[in-house]
């Protein structure tokens, strides 16, 4: 029950913040040099009447107070309730409508929801790349600390906090696609779509190439969460093994695989919860530039093309979105804090 209320006031708490984000994005997008449809518009002539014309499609012809009430969907809400001067505002934000994409013509919220999925599971992915090597060698080198194993877990650890994925990823398409043909570089296959949509025999074959095309994406991204996380539990672990209630329960002689299962390793992951919640930021970042290295085409890439556009709607809908998942991530991080230190209360102390 502790933990429910812990996480119901967890998600209270992220109102203000998720409502501060919307605020600020929308005020700096507004505060960039430009007009969108002038941008738009840049490469034929238009009359008056056309601009006029987009710009009421688009809700820009209204006051700036107006457009930030229809993009967080108060305006909405005053028209529901017969407010004069709101009648036929659209939904907004609080609606989950971001509006329509000045390039692509669609809904902000439909493109999105097709651009979602890919990052996903690009992002799920190296997450689980990460975790499976990093936990693992990061418990070997404490284990067998300043032996030749620590010093190799410790050299890749250097490797991937100092190089940057893109250029990871690079190097894997040169070595792996281009001079051995093993594996593709771009072209992404989806297991959600139907088999024959890429000419496979069946959804077997499907996962096959799914698997195959995620191999080097997973890598280029995972690879630096993987030496954050290796570096953290090396050093939380030594500290783990090293603490009072270890030496006494070796003393009382316990086993050393009891004391590591049962011990000293749940203890240990403690920050390295606490890094993973943080690393998803990084991680959205890095997908970016990594779907644009690997042609997928999930919301980084999606962003970068908005930007390229000056498709306004469409860059203030994923800059607000990617600002939300930072925050859910932030949540989600804290409430498994919570489930592995019981001592953790909100608003008590243990």
Do not use: C
């Amino acid at each position: 029950m502790g933990l429910l209320r812990y996480t119901i006031n967890r998600f209270l708490q992220s109102i203000p913040v998720m409502f501060g984000i919307a605020v600020i994005t929308f005020l700096l997008m507004n505060a960039m040099p430009g007009d969108p449809v002038d941008i738009m518009l840049a490469e034929q002539e238009a009359s008056p009447e056309l601009i006029a014309a987009i710009e009421a499609r688009y809700g820009l012809d209204e006051p700036l107070h107006i457009q930030f009430l229809n993009y967080i969907g108060f305006s909405w809400f005053l028209a529901q309730f017969g407010v004069p001067g709101f009648a036929g505002s659209p939904p907004g934000l609080l609606q989950g409508d971001l509006g329509l994409s000045m390039y692509y013509e669609r809904p902000v919220t439909d493109l999105m929801i097709t651009r979602l999925p890919p990052t996903l599971l690009l992002m799920l992915s190296a997450f689980a790349f990460a975790l499976v090597t990093a936990i693992p060698l990061g418990v070997l080198a404490a284990k067998r600390r300043n032996e030749p194993s620590d010093h190799v877990s410790r050299i890749i650890a250097l490797f991937g906090v100092s190089t940057p994925s893109f250029w990871i990823g690079i190097m894997l398409i040169i070595l792996f696609s281009v001079q051995l043909g093993w594996l593709p570089s771009g072209r992404m296959v989806y297991p959600w779509r139907d088999p024959v949509h890429y000419g496979y025999s069946g959804h077997l074959e499907l996962y096959y190439q799914t698997l195959r095309h995620l191999i080097l994406p997973t890598i280029a991204l995972g690879t630096l969460q993987m030496a954050t996380i290796m570096r953290v539990e090396r050093s939380s672990m030594i500290e783990s093994l090293g603490a009072e209630y270890v030496k006494l329960a070796r003393a009382y002689g316990v086993s050393e695989r009891t004391i590591m299962r049962k011990h000293a390793f749940r203890v240990a992951q403690l920050p390295v919860v606490t890094l993973v919640g943080l690393n998803l930021t990084s991680a959205i970042g890095g997908a970016v530039l990594i779907e644009t290295v690997f042609s997928i085409n999930g919301m980084g890439r999606l962003l970068i093309q908005a930007i390229q556009t000056y498709d306004y709607q469409l860059v203030l809908g994923t800059t607000v979105v990617i600002g939300f998942v930072f925050v859910i991530g932030v949540i989600i991080t804290d409430i498994s804090y919570a489930y592995i230190d019981p001592r953790v209360k909100y608003g008590e102390e243990s």
